[in-house]
């Protein structure tokens, strides 16, 4: 029987992968899990552990070890570089190649800075542990860096965080690191005043947040700027440098920028020959297969799947999880000589995103809420839908330690890092004389613009 | 009053620059930490990061978060490379030169590779946060490439821990290894069998952990023996690659060797242009003062200092936060027209160290102490030292949840750890046909030849 058993290949140990993955534990074949983490990340709170409340291993878990019990499916840690359709094959960058007999294409996206890649190196993006912990240390560099100083023209540019995007990830980075300089940091600095720091989100359409109604929009939007937030709508970056942004509404000085804006698929199509959106995500059947591909299915955020009305599916993680597992059991059914041809459809539970303590939105069907009672379905969501045991309690232990306190647990900058901050980005910055937000005060470029989505 | 205000420079934040800076905290005086970390760490129960039970965040503070109510001290983030003993200034990497009236420098050592600094690349010794995440990810990515591969020969060389230095650091590393290899990474294979691994502990001297009696050494060596640990005493590195280490016994193979055997004070000789041991540490009198200079302290692991017998106090953490406390006491009285001749006297509580789950040895005076007892009195007194009620909590936390699952919360490789690790170290080595540790399986070379201690 083993030598009959097929060989099913999931690229992508994320949301996607690993459900497809556990929906085919009772299927009879060789599963392989290829991954270039060794960890499933839980990215809804990855915001969390750039911002210092939780450790990356609150919010990681190793694949291998949510699989252990998972007799047919093994493991492999590696890099995707191509995938051979007609051999059947998976390459990868620095082991053998894996043979399919399915394929599952989970490997999510990436950052997309519109076609300026040299603007990555000024704005890093949230999608990694690397990512995170990275953004921890510039946030927290920025203030020492503040302290240190005796300008006061180079403290107010420190202390200024520029969010270029304000997607739920940007909203949640700006209402953390509010809190961060508004409360956790009152009282740790000699020189500076962490409370006058200045967090700027800067949007390019007309509101915030928009996988939500424009109502919960507009609310998040009042509860940042409570939280001292500047939310600049309309506000389209046009290039990014060490010292800040330049927009269609002039110039932003600040060190620090952080880029929530534009997301882009893996490069799936590239591999697998196929056509794609503007985002870079493959189109795919109803059943999530690849057209003229039966073998191969494409879900999460690298496929452009549509939902019963015709328009695309969010690239968010109830989408994934739902689609995994809808392949994991089309599979198992398939495997048994059951084949089904039932579409994927997607059921939206709702969404939720939250804004600094006891502030959220969620939004179910036709019913909206803001609140505390929405903070409170988050808070609780989430722990859910973490996985593992001593994840939850860790991460209900932190939380509660920093809303008790108000302190964060995780405020880590290294020597390595330290040193890797310090050189050539430090120098000063041409400081222009007040620069009001006024749209003239910079010259527009006509040729390289972009605009945050 | 505040003009009269006499400048005190610490210069490091560990244990003893800390507890300098708390027991200044009534000092009419202004003062200045300087750390190139933002944090104080906890270095006693850093083998833990490095084995993933516990999170970088679990043994670190920031420095300025543990000082923030004292008002008299500032805390900068900054790396000192040289002291201006005529001015009076310690001048930094990245920043203007700070200047002092008084200056205690506890700044620490770093890994010594006994003047083969070339080994440091094959061989990460376990001194920073970096360090440990760093060796986390060696030792798991280790498993991950014996699983990928089909040759059983590079399986034996991925699956075998060579940790270089049998003191307290290096025993408790071996032993958490074996714990790891045994019981923890069970059932998450399906090539290898993990508790086929091997850990070898390498030791120059006659005994491990030699800072404790010889009975002590010697059930240490038993319990580490238990776990599977292949001790080996009386050998000495002569040279090291990234396929093993060369010896006075012959060659041992293995992918992943760590160093623990040698400590080097930081450049603090050089920097005061003073007299120091063949470790680097600076002779400093009885009030741990420089020669010739009452202004400037030295005191932890690089000075030289000795107690009534006239023997060099060892390199640990009470000596550190003693020396740190006294300095703080007689600076305070000096400020307030108390001057005091009284010596520095170390008062030595005991010594402990953990091999393991439930196995523990500890040394108090005459007293001997082995097993589950001074495993219970090693947890204790770690908890009870940890700064912070946050950390202390989580620590329990984690180390209940190992102990009661076999599990470990942190094993995390980031996907930049995993593309760093990848190149050209992970090429395949020259194996040598079945190696025994026969001593005339290498020629000795005469020259370059280097013993741990």
Wanted: glycine letters at 8%; proline letters at 6%; a positive charge.
């Amino acid at each position: 029987m083993a030598a009959t058993q097929r060989k099913i290949v999931i690229l992508g140990g994320g949301f996607g992968g690993l459900n497809a993955a556990k929906s085919l534990r009772k299927a009879h074949a060789q599963i392989t899990v290829i991954d270039r983490a060794n960890h499933h990340l839980f990215q809804p709170l990855l915001y969390q552990v750039a911002t210092a409340t939780l450790s990356p291993a609150d919010v990681a878990m190793p694949i291998r070890h949510i699989l252990r019990n998972q007799k047919n499916t093994r493991v492999i840690l590696g890099e995707v570089i191509d995938i051979d359709i007609t051999q059947k094959q998976v390459v990868l960058a620095d082991a053998n190649p894996v043979v399919y007999d399915y394929l599952i294409v989970a490997t999510g996206a990436t950052h997309s800075y519109f076609g300026h890649p040299q603007w990555e190196h000024f704005a890093r993006g949230l999608k990694t542990i690397d990512d995170a912990t990275y953004i921890r240390g510039e946030v927290l560099a920025a203030f020492e860096y503040a302290e240190r100083t005796d300008s006061a023209e180079e403290q107010r540019l420190w202390m200024t965080f520029i969010i270029v995007g304000a997607g739920p990830t940007g909203a949640e980075l700006a209402g953390a690191f509010a809190e961060l300089s508004n409360k956790v940091l009152k009282d740790e600095f000699r020189h500076i005043q962490p409370n006058s720091a200045k967090v700027i989100l800067v949007e390019g359409t007309s509101r915030i947040i928009s996988p939500f109604a424009p109502p919960l929009s507009e609310r998040a939007k009042r509860d940042l700027e409570k939280l001292g937030v500047d939310v600049r709508l309309e506000t389209m970056v046009q290039s990014i440098d060490s010292c800040g942004v330049d927009t269609n509404k002039g110039r932003i000085e600040g060190r620090t920028v952080i880029w929530a804006a534009g997301v882009q698929a893996s490069p799936v199509a590239k591999w697998l020959k196929s056509k794609a959106d503007g985002a870079g995500r493959v189109f795919v059947s109803a059943d999530l297969s690849l057209s003229g591909h039966p073998e191969i299915f494409v879900l999460g955020d690298c496929a452009h799947a549509i939902d019963k009305n015709g328009e695309p599916l969010p690239g968010v993680a109830p989408v994934a999880i739902q689609q995994g597992s809808y392949i994991g059991r089309k599979l198992t059914r398939l495997l048994n000589g059951q084949p089904s041809n039932q579409p994927f459809n997607y059921f939206n539970k709702g969404i939720l995103a939250t804004i600094g303590r006891s502030r959220a939105v969620a939004q179910v069907g036709n019913i909206k809420i803001a609140g505390w009672v929405a903070w409170m379905a988050w808070l609780f969501i989430h722990i859910m839908y973490l996985i593992g045991f001593r994840n939850k309690i860790s991460v209900l232990l932190q939380w509660a330690w920093a809303y008790i306190t108000w302190d964060r647990g995780a405020r880590l900058i290294t020597p390595a890092e330290w040193a890797r901050m310090r050189p050539q980005d430090a120098a000063s910055c041409e400081i222009q004389p007040s620069s009001p937000p006024a749209a003239s005060s910079t010259p527009q470029s006509p040729t390289k613009s972009a605009s945050p989505r």
